[in-house]
């Protein structure tokens, strides 16, 4: 059994509610959640503490506790207590700070290495954000110098190779007489990209040296390469505002902030067993329904009184009679007694 975590916005546009939530599915018996780098799930918010909440295999089960979080974790409408276990449930909603998760508690494939998996999740984000102010934030390779200077190639799709070089059917063309058709390839790897030359006439170069054929070189955001005399540089915006959210304090929330449970790709949350949901026909308009009464035990049946209607009863003869027998008794006892004086 295997628990896979939905990423769900509250306030999602419709542009972003027709593409796939990101989905993440673990098998490892705790995982943690938070804004910090070493987290199992990176959530870059500033409502979401470092180390936020932790979720633990327990027998077939699986618990979340919130760490001790500056936001809290919330199950529906309800808050955690700090470090106290609460048992998980297929397809609920879970809050850290103002970011939903739902959860899948099921049969299902464990995502591939999922520590790179978790950073390619948090600088999609970050770079989703970034895009939104209107800052080209996604990884990209741009030439700096150089005869095709200008021209960029985008590198969102990672750990797929692109090819650059003076062919047609490279991912970035390049308008150098020296270049190779395929002369250098390249692969993203989350906040890293790999580089081997192809073969080149001319070859590589990178921080001063030749690019192995056999071998790849890594390059940080800001790394520059050269092929002839075009100047690459490796850029990656996103990676630099992922570090400055790690290092900086939570942001409290104020009390009266609400943050409404997503609508899109999930049902609302169970209530808690404290707190019964309302009935799905609970119309403001509806009657309102008396609870139902203890039904009481019968009342004992009532003796029947005597009756008397003005005639001699079976009981009256015989009481009669016997009085009448002990009177007899009396009589002759008298005469006994006299007949001895």
């Given at each position: 059994?295997?628990?896979?975590?939905?990423l769900?916005?509250?306030?999602?546009s419709?542009?972003?509610?027709?593409?796939?939530?990101?989905?993440?599915?673990?098998?490892?018996?705790?995982?943690?959640?938070?804004?910090?780098?070493?987290?199992?799930?990176?959530?870059?918010d500033?409502?979401?503490?470092h180390?936020?909440?932790?979720?633990?295999?327990?027998?077939?089960?699986?618990i979340?506790m919130?760490?001790?979080?500056t936001?809290?974790?919330?199950i529906?409408?309800?808050?955690?207590?700090?470090?106290?276990p609460?048992?998980?449930?297929?397809?609920?909603?879970?809050?850290l700070?103002?970011v939903?998760?739902?959860?899948?508690?099921?049969?299902s494939?464990?995502?591939?290495?999922?520590?790179?998996?978790t950073?390619?999740?948090a600088l999609?984000?970050?770079?989703?954000?970034?895009?939104?102010?209107?800052?080209?934030?996604?990884?990209?390779?741009?030439?700096?110098?150089?005869?095709?200077?200008?021209?960029?190639?985008?590198?969102r799709?990672?750990?797929?190779?692109v090819?650059?070089?003076?062919?047609?059917?490279?991912?970035?063309e390049?308008?150098?007489?020296?270049?190779?058709?395929?002369?250098?390839?390249?692969?993203r790897?989350?906040?890293h990209?790999?580089?081997?030359?192809?073969?080149?006439?001319?070859?590589?170069?990178?921080?001063?040296?030749m690019?192995?054929?056999?071998?790849?070189?890594?390059?940080?955001?800001?790394?520059?390469?050269?092929?002839?005399?075009?100047?690459?540089r490796?850029?990656?915006?996103?990676v630099?505002?992922?570090?400055?959210?790690?290092?900086?304090?939570?942001?409290?929330?104020?009390?009266?902030?609400?943050v409404?449970?997503?609508?899109?790709g999930?049902a609302?949350?169970?209530?808690?067993?404290s707190?019964?949901?309302?009935?799905?026909?609970?119309?403001?308009?509806?009657?309102e329904?008396q609870?139902?009464?203890?039904?009481?035990?019968?009342?004992?049946?009532?003796r029947?009184?005597?009756?008397?209607d003005?005639?001699w009863?079976?009981?009256?003869?015989?009481?009669?009679?016997?009085?009448?027998?002990?009177l007899?008794?009396?009589?002759?006892?008298?005469v006994?007694?006299f007949?001895?004086l």
């Amino acid at each position: 059994m295997a628990v896979s975590l939905v990423l769900r916005s509250a306030n999602a546009s419709a542009a972003e509610a027709a593409h796939e939530p990101h989905v993440i599915t673990y098998d490892m018996p705790r995982l943690v959640i938070g804004r910090g780098e070493g987290c199992d799930l990176r959530l870059p918010d500033l409502s979401v503490s470092h180390r936020h909440a932790s979720i633990r295999q327990r027998g077939t089960e699986y618990i979340v506790m919130d760490e001790g979080s500056t936001n809290g974790t919330f199950i529906g409408s309800v808050r955690l207590p700090p470090q106290s276990p609460r048992v998980l449930r297929n397809g609920e909603l879970i809050r850290l700070g103002r970011v939903w998760l739902e959860v899948r508690v099921e049969y299902s494939p464990v995502s591939v290495q999922t520590a790179q998996a978790t950073k390619e999740l948090a600088l999609a984000l970050v770079s989703q954000a970034l895009d939104a102010q209107g800052r080209d934030a996604g990884p990209r390779l741009v030439v700096v110098d150089g005869p095709d200077a200008g021209k960029q190639l985008d590198l969102r799709d990672g750990n797929e190779q692109v090819v650059l070089g003076r062919g047609r059917d490279v991912n970035l063309e390049l308008d150098v007489a020296e270049a190779s058709r395929r002369h250098a390839g390249v692969v993203r790897h989350g906040d890293h990209v790999m580089l081997r030359d192809l073969g080149s006439r001319i070859g590589t170069s990178a921080r001063g040296e030749m690019v192995a054929t056999d071998k790849d070189t890594v390059l940080r955001p800001g790394d520059d390469f050269s092929i002839g005399p075009d100047v690459i540089r490796f850029e990656f915006q996103a990676v630099e505002a992922l570090r400055e959210l790690e290092r900086a304090d939570d942001e409290k929330m104020a009390a009266s902030e609400t943050v409404p449970p997503p609508i899109q790709g999930s049902a609302s949350p169970p209530a808690e067993p404290s707190q019964p949901a309302a009935p799905s026909h609970a119309w403001s308009t509806a009657p309102e329904v008396q609870p139902a009464q203890p039904r009481q035990p019968p009342a004992p049946p009532k003796r029947r009184a005597a009756h008397h209607d003005g005639g001699w009863g079976k009981t009256d003869v015989i009481i009669v009679l016997l009085a009448l027998a002990v009177l007899g008794m009396s009589a002759v006892g008298l005469v006994w007694l006299f007949r001895g004086l």
